[in-house]
């Protein structure tokens, strides 16, 4: 790929929305927290070679370096308008209250230069007390969210044309019924972890009845993260089919998220890997392949064990997941 030429994402359209969603973005989360300037710099790259949809969060810290990315795109012409971008953001734990879900999206609108974003989503389905940002957030810091205040807050952000698309990260079945019971928009997105060792199939088969389109994160194990690791991307059978195919093991599980119907993001600033990751629409896997992907031993890789505390909401995975662990 010269670099003139950028790679076309396939998109889908959002419920609830105008707005496609590229099937393909880029996180920004890294950890340790790469410098603003470097995190700039790997946005301005991923827009060159294609990249159009990009994921943040306040939690992230990324915000603002994703705004001057998107200002300085514009400004010398990567871009001819910001329609061209799908910006995902998210609401932390401590402004989960109704009345503090449209300051925190005004706040991050503001970080990241927009007017509007066209997906916000629940981060975690927990609260803290107000105005707390340490992480980990302290155990007795833990609240119930009140869910019909808060999703009523996020649908108000949709109305008044702050976000495009509002949605939820980290929702099992059962926490999607329980939003899906009292909105009036419905989610559009549950961000969540999904990879051929985690393969979510019941909560992908949940969201497809129900129109919500499910996005991936941690599709290539999340390590280098607090708490990935490098068990997908060292799995025997993925290294095997690979090897067999001269392509690399992300490639690989990129293209089994895409095939599975749901989004997936990538978060390499590299810029080689940058450019692999966008080579997966031109081939597949086979039925063979899928099969030996298909029966992988499923186990989950981010279990949100510092969302748990005994003094509640959530004092066990069990809890925290309904189950679905």
Not at 76 to 101: P, Y
Not at 112 to 133: F, M, R, T
Not at 233 to 251: H, S
Request: proline fraction near 4%.
């Amino acid at each position: 790929m010269d670099s003139n030429s950028r790679i076309s994402i396939p998109e889908v359209l959002l419920s609830s929305s105008s707005r496609r969603m590229p099937l393909l973005g880029l996180g920004t989360a890294s950890y340790p927290q790469a410098s603003s300037k470097e995190t700039k710099a790997a946005i301005l790259e991923a827009i060159k070679i294609g990249y159009r949809h990009f994921d943040t969060a306040s939690f992230y810290q990324t915000e603002e370096p994703l705004g001057q990315a998107i200002a300085e795109a514009l400004s010398i012409g990567l871009i001819k308008s910001r329609e061209e971008l799908f910006i995902t953001s998210k609401l932390w734990c401590s402004d989960a209250h109704s009345h503090l879900v449209l300051p925190a999206l005004q706040k991050s609108l503001r970080a990241l230069q927009l007017e509007y974003a066209d997906l916000y989503l629940i981060h975690w389905p927990v609260s803290c007390k107000p105005g707390i940002n340490n992480f980990p957030i302290q155990k007795a810091d833990f609240l119930p969210m009140d869910f019909k205040g808060v999703w009523a807050a996020m649908e108000e952000c949709q109305k008044i044309g702050f976000t495009k698309s509002i949605g939820v990260s980290n929702f099992s079945c059962k926490k999607l019924s329980d939003i899906l019971a009292i909105a009036e928009i419905p989610p559009a997105v549950n961000q969540v972890e999904v990879n051929p060792l985690w393969q979510q199939k019941k909560l992908m088969e949940f969201c497809k009845g129900n129109g919500i389109m499910l996005t991936a994160y941690s599709a290539l194990g999340a390590r280098g993260t607090i708490w990935g690791s490098n068990r997908v991307m060292e799995n025997q059978v993925l290294n095997e089919i690979a090897n067999a195919r001269g392509v690399t093991v992300a490639q690989l599980c990129l293209r089994w998220t895409y095939e599975q119907g749901i989004c997936v993001l990538v978060k390499s600033f590299n810029k080689e890997r940058m450019k692999q990751n966008l080579d997966i629409f031109n081939w597949e896997l086979s039925e063979e392949e899928s099969k030996k992907i298909s029966q992988i031993t499923q186990s989950r890789g981010c279990c949100g064990e510092v969302f748990i505390s005994d003094k509640g909401p959530f004092r066990t995975l069990e809890e925290l997941w309904d189950g679905e662990i």
